[in-house]
């Protein structure tokens, strides 16, 4: 049995055990693909993004003055810090991620304004500065939880303190077709409510709110973390953690293998193995995969 696993971990299960078992034997087993690196630089300038329009705004107690001309500086700054950054983690997806350099510039320069917009209009209606720029940007922002009591070790993408005193998590998505999302929605909730148990621990705050922020097209999505939805979710991270104990679950069946097709481990688990010789190499110091693969060919 693992002694942590992760909110994605336990979010797997949910969407399909066999998912779960997957990851649990091959963390790694799947290359990167483009889809998913361009998603992780996303991640990081939106994440950069918020934090310094934080920094800037707080600056003084009051409404940016010179926020046009400091908007444009915080895009450039933030997108030179992250493609310099994937120059050395991402060299052989460089091109692909100077490709979405434009599009993000775009959308960072929409997400600028539209928080501009808001935050000028609930000054207006008398909301205090502090409390106002502490809904539209995040406190803190990926944010590690380690649970000994929980067994759970994640990161949150972003966290908002909000005035009545309770936080509100935000988990950022970069699907770029609605019906991957809608498939995924269960499965992300599932993720978003093992932060708030995780956030509620660590800050001693309710979070009873989470939402998912669609990078894409700027929208956002909002859940209502119940009590039951905590019950469930502690479930399944037991049900997780023991997943290799009762062998390699079966593949959905029924209407619930649409799942299948939205689904990035599918190669493997149908046995399309792609892995290089050395990733196989690697891999077989766990004798379990082994043991799972005959069963499964
Ligand atoms: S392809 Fe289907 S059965 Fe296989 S892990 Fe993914 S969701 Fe589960």
């Not at 049995?1 to 055990?17: D, G, W």
């Not at 918020?50 to 046009?68: F, G």
């Not at 490709?99 to 775009?106: D, G, H, K, P």
């Not at 148990?197 to 956002?220: C, G, H, W």
Request: glycine fraction near 4%.
């Amino acid at each position: 049995m693992k002694e942590f696993v992760s909110p994605t971990l336990i979010a797997s299960y949910k969407y399909c055990p066999r998912l779960c078992y997957l990851n649990t034997v091959f963390p790694h087993g799947d290359k990167k693909s483009t889809g998913t690196v361009l998603g992780i630089f996303e991640h990081e300038v939106f994440g950069k993004h918020a934090e310094l329009t934080r920094i800037d705004w707080l600056k003084e107690n009051q409404i940016p003055k010179d926020e046009v001309f400091q908007k444009e500086q915080r895009i450039e700054k933030v997108l030179e810090y992250a493609e310099n950054i994937a120059k050395e983690v991402y060299p052989e997806f460089i091109g692909d991620i100077h490709n979405t350099v434009e599009n993000l510039q775009f959308r960072l320069g929409c997400i600028s304004d539209m928080r501009f917009q808001f935050l000028s209009q609930i000054l207006e209606e008398g909301m205090p500065y502090e409390d106002a720029v502490n809904i539209i940007l995040p406190w803190r922002v990926e944010q590690w939880f380690k649970s000994d009591k929980l067994g759970i070790r994640g990161r949150a993408d972003a966290i908002y303190r909000m005035p009545d005193s309770t936080l509100l998590i935000e988990d950022i998505k970069s699907h770029n077709k609605r019906l991957d999302a809608f498939i995924h929605k269960e499965e992300i909730k599932t993720q978003l409510t093992a932060y708030a148990v995780l956030a509620e621990e660590m800050f001693n705050m309710p979070t009873p709110v989470a939402r998912i922020f669609y990078s894409q097209d700027l929208s956002t999505e909002h859940f209502h973390i119940s009590d039951e939805d905590k019950e469930e979710l502690i479930q399944i991270k037991n049900e997780a953690k023991n997943v290799l104990e009762n062998g390699l679950p079966p593949k959905l069946s029924g209407k619930e293998s649409i799942k299948c097709k939205f689904c990035y481990k599918r190669n493997l688990c149908f046995g399309f193995d792609r892995r290089t010789d050395d990733e196989v190499l690697d891999q077989t110091k766990e004798p379990k995969q082994e043991q799972w693969k005959s069963q499964w060919r």
